[in-house]
């Protein structure tokens, strides 16, 4: 079975911290997809990344990065010069994939609420 | 990207009765699927809706509590029923990204049901 581990349930920094959120997975499938969602406090889900089990190679996507670790099932995410608006809890989640290459149904982990403060 | 939207955004139910959340996409998209966030929790998969068949449902829910409806492909329907208090929950849908976002899965905004 699928699972997803964020072992961090909260964490607080202070604005223009770098902060990582730990994210550790098991599955038996040798193709899978990862991602990470943010939730604000408005609720809403804000997709920021989809990765394909067959490319471990880090992303930047602005203050943003991504360290994918096959070896041990791991993919965190980092967030450099953290800001109040990062705010929100953040949750990692994984994927099977589906015969017609998408993504099936997702696994979320516990999420991480992050607190950045002024 | 795919535009979702959800109806209704919110809402407050007496114990016993039935709510339908309804789901739009602004284009057609093959996977459509059902989530429930309870109060403080992580996303937890309720069924995956099929156009033109049954929905196939997660472990620990059953068509009888959480009838799918899914007439075409750009529109699904969830109906909560018989509700407790137990239910209260954020209820979201999600479909799997098409053409040059087929990278993604979007959710929609959500519904917030409280049961009373």
């Known amino acids: 079975a699928q699972k997803v581990t964020q072992a961090q349930t909260e964490i607080s920094v202070v604005e223009k911290e770098d902060v990582t959120l730990d994210c550790v997975y098991e599955?038996?499938?040798?193709?899978?997809?990862l991602f990470w969602y943010k939730q604000p406090p408005s609720g809403e889900l804000v997709f920021l990344i989809r990765?394909?089990?067959?490319?471990?190679q880090n992303e930047i996507s602005g203050r943003y990065s991504w360290n994918f670790q096959k070896s041990t099932s791991s993919f965190n995410f980092t967030i450099t010069a953290s800001q109040v608006v990062d705010s929100a809890v953040y949750f990692c989640?994984?994927?099977?994939?589906?015969?017609?290459?998408?993504?099936?149904?997702?696994?979320f982990g516990k999420g991480t609420k992050l607190t950045v403060n002024p | 990207s795919a535009v979702i939207s959800q109806k209704p955004s919110r809402d407050i139910c007496q114990r016993g009765t039935s709510l339908t959340i309804q789901c739009q996409v602004d284009s057609q998209v093959t996977m459509m699927f059902w989530y429930r966030q309870q109060p403080g929790q992580s996303l937890t998969l309720i069924a995956t809706?099929?156009?033109?068949?049954?929905?196939?449902?997660e472990s620990g829910f059953v068509i009888d509590k959480f009838p799918i409806s899914r007439p075409n492909l750009t529109f699904s329907t969830l109906t909560v029923s018989n509700m407790s208090p137990e239910d209260s929950s954020i209820y979201l849908c999600?479909?799997?990204?098409?053409?040059?976002?087929?990278?993604?899965?979007?959710f929609g905004p959500g519904t917030r049901l409280t049961v009373l």
């Open positions: 989640a994984l994927s099977e994939v589906n015969p017609q290459g998408g993504s099936e149904k997702l696994v």
């Open positions: 599955t038996r499938d040798t193709t899978y997809y």
């Open positions: 990765r394909n089990s067959f490319d471990e």
């Open positions: 809706a099929n156009q033109g068949s049954e929905a196939t449902y």
């Open positions: 999600s479909v799997e990204g098409i053409g040059t976002d087929y990278n993604e899965q979007f």
